[in-house]
């Protein structure tokens, strides 16, 4: 008897065993598997990257999917699916890029690597997975956060290996030689990279979908850099769009200026062909580096070549590296990011998921149960008391209690009903040069039946599926959604997804055509302006120029049509009217609503009314508080809303309702046509901090990059520098005061300014407000950058507030 009932108990175990666990064929494919990730197996965590697969058929023909696994955060997860087909004895190479991985999945729970390539045999939605042979458990090996990652794509790698002696803020870059065939097809594949640098490499040589992924990597944050030489436009093939000097003379520095303070580099002059070009270094009058911003990445240019042997043996190359490298990339050694992807997750989702159905009002509900309570205690009894049917109560209130949760029901079910919704949403910077625009997007679906859901968007959109918090279910998370690895666009398939249920993506979206949006602004005693003409082809609705603390409302501006616009400056300081929005602009724009950075994501309770306005103010919110992730250059914005899908998201074999909210943003110019008193302080002059060069230090947390006024600093040397507008003309115009104010005072905390003229820096009174003295044009680089520099001692990790910075000065006419 006791044997029966083990027997019982064993076959009970293995029921639950087959469904708490998946199923394999015991067969073997015969199929051998070679997997490489990133360069040399390198990748940077959470950073997309290619991915190549040797595959070798060494049984019968076969014909199936090969699954890779994808988790670029803890919040993303998904499953590149890969047809493939093979005769008898066959082999294949198989490239692709996917958007990052993690090592948070490498490990099951009995300690032994989960595969992240698998083969299903007959395809991934009907057929069954099948053993491989080879690594198909391979992990690629992940380079440090605390070093920048340069991707080389040279013929003469030699010429340029003195760069891995470079040190960006004391520590030494990843250098990575690659050739065309490192670079992938998929811009996403190239994020792995910080900086990719072009030297001596032909890039019209490239097939056309590479070179266009390099754009499309660009204008999505990237950071390309090339040297120059003659018959660069050539070379650039389809990137000729990113050329900024035409080089019509070879030189060098010293025939060009005998006092220069740089080595006898070659140097080619020209003519620049950007308009918005930033230069970045010059020697005298004759520009060294210039960069300009394309979408939400840079373009650099080197107005010499790096071959030349001088660079190697210069001492002070790093001081120039780091200058160039400070305005290309938002990278820090001494200081960790999440990636970007993982820092978009928290605020562009919940923008997605922001579905009418998703808000029931409280007063509606409080309404109802209160008329619920009215209605059944008081009035009912009263009712029945006076008409002696007091008996009949055992009915009446379970009813009224039925009919009250029916419009309870109703009225949190009506918007979930009608059939799927989809939202997208996107902060899309616009290029005027190339009527395009590019940024980040997301886009969700909120279900009203169960079942597999297939989601597309337009070719110029890449998103890839959010998961909604830590999950550590391998094999729940690779078959959660799969993701069309053939797909231009994006096209999703999201697994057994729930009745009511929402499912998200984010990710890129890639020079979008939209038109452009022509401006002619001004300031004059005080006063901005001027026209804007919307020359996109869709409506801008809820627009506004943002400036300083300025929030300027223009309303909805027809495709086609012009606005004009004239406003006072916000206490009258010129200022507020040419600087950067601060996170005070987007508060301005829509005062009902808290900032996400400042108050936390909870410190707003919306009606459903309120939705749309507080969708757009997210975007708004995110966009001036993170303006690092943008690469927006430190000038006014003009912002406003198209409501129309431009990602042309939808489902499949599903209809419903759409709802769509784009943020487009362009910089713009406000010229001063008079001269005017300035007063900046810190939040005018887009500070950011770094170690200083020949240093130490560890920053823990960089309130700068999140819009908070202090920074957590372990023991080390560190310089915030402070960037005077470009409209400010350091060799023409007045400075009347420089006044800094030290806002963490102890004995342990010194404070120094930077003389740019001697090189030295200057020790500062321990007080709260000091005023500099003397000539303070000698304090400001010719970028018009002016460095405060902290000494805090070892052991002594510490929050240290901001220094104030304030300038008063004068344009002149």
Not at 92 to 105: I, R, Y
Request: aromatic share 8%.
């Amino acid at each position: 008897m006791k044997a029966l009932l083990l027997v019982k108990k064993c076959l009970l175990l293995m029921v639950i065993g087959l469904f708490l666990y998946p199923s394999f064929s015991s067969a073997e494919t015969n199929l051998e598997v070679k997997v490489e990730f990133g360069v040399d197996n390198k990748v940077q965590m959470g950073k997309g990257h290619p991915i190549r697969i040797e595959v070798v058929n060494k049984g019968d023909a076969i014909k199936g999917d090969i699954v890779v696994f994808s988790s670029p955060t803890y919040n993303m997860s998904g499953s590149y699916v890969i047809p493939v087909e093979l005769e008898a004895g066959g082999s294949k190479t198989l490239e692709l890029a996917v958007k990052g991985t993690s090592d948070h999945m490498s490990y099951n729970y009995s300690g032994t690597r989960n595969n992240f390539v698998s083969f299903y045999e007959g395809g991934v939605e009907k057929g069954k997975e099948v053993k491989i042979k080879g690594n198909a458990n391979a992990q690629p090996r992940y380079i440090g956060d605390n070093r920048v990652v340069l991707g080389v794509l040279s013929n003469k790698h030699d010429a340029v290996n003195f760069l891995k002696l470079v040190k960006y803020q004391n520590e030494s870059m990843e250098l990575l030689n690659i050739g065309s065939e490192n670079i992938p097809n998929e811009s996403y594949g190239l994020e792995m990279f910080d900086i990719l640098l072009v030297h001596d490499f032909p890039l019209a040589t490239l097939t056309a979908q590479q070179q266009q992924a390099i754009k499309d990597w660009v204008n999505n944050g990237g950071s390309l850099m090339f040297d120059t030489k003659v018959g660069l436009s050539q070379d650039l093939g389809e990137l000729q769009e990113f050329q900024l000097l035409d080089p019509t003379d070879e030189t060098s520095l010293l025939k060009l200026n005998k006092e220069s303070s740089f080595p006898d580099l070659p140097v080619f002059t020209g003519d620049l062909l950007i308009e918005d070009t930033t230069v970045l270094t010059k020697d005298g009058n004759t520009p060294l580096v210039l960069m300009m911003n394309a979408g939400t990445g840079t373009v650099t240019q080197i107005a010499s070549n790096l071959a030349s042997p001088l660079f190697g043996e210069w001492s002070e190359i790093n001081t120039w590296w780091g200058s160039v490298l400070q305005k290309v990339t938002s990278k820090s050694p001494n200081y960790h990011k999440m990636p970007v992807m993982e820092e978009l997750s928290h605020q562009l989702s919940p923008i997605g998921e922001a579905f009418p159905g998703s808000i029931v009002s409280v007063p509606l509900l409080i309404g109802a149960f209160a008329i619920y309570l009215i209605l059944v205690i008081p009035v009912l009894y009263i009712i029945l008391k006076r008409t002696d049917k007091r008996e009949q109560a055992w009915w009446i209130i379970p009813t009224v209690a039925i009919f009250t949760s029916i419009a309870v029901f109703g009225i949190g079910a009506k918007d979930r009903i009608s059939g799927t919704q989809v939202n997208e949403a996107s902060i899309l910077l616009l290029d005027n040069e190339t009527a395009t625009a590019s940024g980040y997007g997301v886009a969700s679906i909120l279900t009203n039946s169960g079942g597999d859901y297939k989601m597309e968007t337009g070719e110029n959109t890449t998103l890839f599926p959010m998961t909604y918090g830590y999950n550590d279910n391998f094999e729940l998370m690779k078959n959660y959604a799969y993701v069309s690895s053939l797909s231009k666009g994006t096209e999703i398939t999201f697994n057994d997804v729930e009745y009511w249920s929402t499912r998200t993506s984010i990710g890129n979206v890639n020079a979008l055509s939209l038109g452009k949006i022509d401006h002619a602004l001004s300031i004059k005693d005080g006063k901005v302006q001027g026209t804007i003409s919307n020359q996109m082809q869709y409506e801008l609705k809820d627009a506004f120029l943002l400036s300083g603390r300025d929030s300027e409302a223009l309303g909805d501006i027809k495709a086609g049509e012009s606005v004009k616009l004239e406003y006072e400056v916000s206490g009258g300081n010129i200022a507020n009217a040419l600087t950067a929005p601060s996170s005070t602009s987007a508060t301005k724009a829509f005062p009902n609503f808290q900032s996400y950075y400042n108050q936390g994501p909870g410190a707003n309770q919306i009606e459903k009314d309120e939705l749309e306005d507080y969708k757009k103010f997210q975007m708004l919110d995110l966009l001036v508080n993170r303006k690092d992730i943008f690469s927006i250059a430190s000038q006014p914005l003009l912002v406003g809303y198209v409501t129309e899908g431009v990602m042309g998201t939808k489902v499949d074999g599903k209809s419903g309702k759409s709802n769509a909210s784009h943020l487009v943003v362009l910089p713009v110019t406000i010229t001063n046509s008079g001269g005017g008193s300035f007063s900046f302080t810190e939040e005018h002059l887009s500070p950011n901090l770094a170690v200083t060069e020949g240093e130490t230090g560890m920053v823990h947390h960089n309130g700068l990059d999140f819009g908070e006024p202090y920074v957590y600093l372990g023991g080390g040397t560190y310089d915030f520098i402070y960037n005077l507008p470009d409209m400010v003309d350091m060799t023409k115009d007045e400075l009347k005061e420089v006044k800094l104010k030290l806002r963490t005072r102890d004995g342990n905390v010194e404070y120094f300014i930077f003389n740019q003229k001697t090189r030295e820096a200057e020790l500062l009174e321990n007080k709260g407000s000091v005023t500099l003295e003397g000539n303070l044009a000698d304090y400001f680089d010719e970028q018009g950058s002016i460095t405060v520099r902290v000494t805090i001692p070892n052991n002594y990790d510490r929050d240290i507030q901001v220094p104030g910075v304030q300038v008063e000065g004068a344009l002149k006419e």
